[in-house]
C-alpha cells in the first residue's frame, strides 16, 4: 500500500506491493504536485531589478534556506537550502 510523504509536495511514495500500473499512474501524480510546486515559487514580477548579494567566499558564509549569493572566488550563484549551498 503507498503511502504519501507529507510535508509540502504530499507525494506518493510507491511499497513493494504496489502494482506496476498504478505506481506509473503515481509517478505522473507526483511529477504534477513536482511541476505545481515548482511554479508557485516563481517569480512572476518582472519590474524590479533582483538584487543578488555578492561574497569573497561562500565557504564562510551560512547558507540560510531562500539566501542567494555570488561567490567571488568561484565566480558561481549559489542558494542556501539551510544546511548547505545548492
Do not use: C, Y
Not at 524590479?48 to 567566499?57: I, N, P
Not at 555570488?70 to 565566480?75: I, V, W, Y
Amino acid at each position: 500500500m503507498s503511502s504519501l510523504t507529507g510535508k509540502i509536495l504530499n507525494l506518493i511514495k510507491p511499497s513493494a506491493t504496489d502494482s506496476v500500473l498504478q505506481t506509473i499512474a503515481d509517478l505522473a501524480s507526483n511529477f504534477q504536485a513536482i511541476d505545481d510546486g515548482h511554479s508557485a515559487h516563481l517569480r512572476t514580477e518582472t519590474n524590479t531589478q533582483l538584487k543578488v548579494e555578492v561574497v569573497s567566499s561562500s565557504g564562510s558564509e551560512t547558507p540560510e534556506q531562500g539566501r542567494i549569493i555570488f561567490d567571488m572566488s568561484q565566480g558561481k550563484f549559489f542558494g542556501g537550502n539551510g544546511s548547505g549551498w545548492v
